[in-house]
Nanobody, 125 residues
């Protein structure tokens, strides 16, 4: 099992930036695919970004591509989500997730079997 703990959320004005971190413990991070998801009240959880085990491949939700960057530091067992040019519609609780059996980065929520508690990101207009 892997324990995931997010940090870095907060309040930012539109156009600003935040960097989220997800620290993984209990298992070597390089053995698992990692992803970021977000949820707003009354809506389904939605995929944001995912990254391959060695960091050489990533996939993004269309609306964040070019603004968000997912990366990982395997020796530190940490995954990051750099969010630039933030918009009010990016406001959500962001959670990181791990897939212990996936073969490649995926947007499919069913592929992820471990989840963090989430961190709130609020973008004011």
């Amino acid at each position: 099992q892997v324990q995931l703990v997010e940090s870095g959320g907060g309040l930012v004005q539109a156009g600003g930036s935040l960097r989220l971190s997800c620290s993984a413990s209990g298992r070597t991070a390089s053995s698992i695919i990692m992803g970021w998801f977000r949820r707003t009240p009354g809506k389904e959880r939605e995929f944001v970004a995912a990254i391959a085990r060695n960091g050489n491949q990533a996939t993004y939700k269309d609306s964040v591509r070019g603004r968000f960057t997912i990366s990982r530091d395997n020796p530190k067992n940490t995954v990051y989500l750099q969010m630039n040019s933030l918009k009010p519609e990016d406001t959500a609780v962001y959670s990181c997730a791990a897939s212990s059996f996936g073969a490649s980065p995926t947007s499919s929520i069913g592929a992820y079997d471990m989840w963090g508690q989430g961190t709130q990101v609020t973008v004011s207009s």
